[in-house]
């Protein structure tokens, strides 16, 4: 079943949002789960995910602003945003045991 983002929106450079992703199944600690954008006219790529129970990789281009975390009592993936750039401006998916949610746009104003 497929997970759901929740979260995008439009907000101007340096705001912040957080995303979440409700997965459908239940989550636990090496589950592969993770955030990938898609930016008009390019391909999907990588934010973040978890590589293994203790390990998370992010994109060079997030690195120090994004944040990655899970909750286990309530299923649910997250993505802390901050000092959002016009760049990060593409729709944000979840991937939770290789499904994709429907996505959720994200739009930074410069």
């Known amino acids: 079943v497929q997970p759901v983002e929740s979260g995008g929106g439009l907000v101007q450079a340096g705001g912040s949002l957080r995303l979440s992703c409700a997965a459908s199944?239940?989550?636990?600690?090496?589950?592969?789960m993770g955030w990938y954008r898609q930016a008009p006219g390019k391909q999907r790529e990588l934010v973040a995910r978890?590589?293994?129970?203790?390990?998370?990789d992010y994109a060079d281009s997030v690195k120090g602003r994004f944040s990655i975390s899970r909750d286990y009592t309530s299923n649910t993936m997250y993505l802390q945003m901050n000092n959002l750039k016009p760049e990060d401006t593409a729709v944000y998916y979840c991937?939770?045991?290789?499904?994709w949610g429907q996505g959720t746009q994200v739009t930074v104003s410069s």
């Open positions: 991937n939770v045991l290789a499904v």
């Open positions: 199944v239940s989550i636990f600690s090496g589950l592969a």
């Open positions: 978890f590589s293994s129970s203790k390990s998370t």
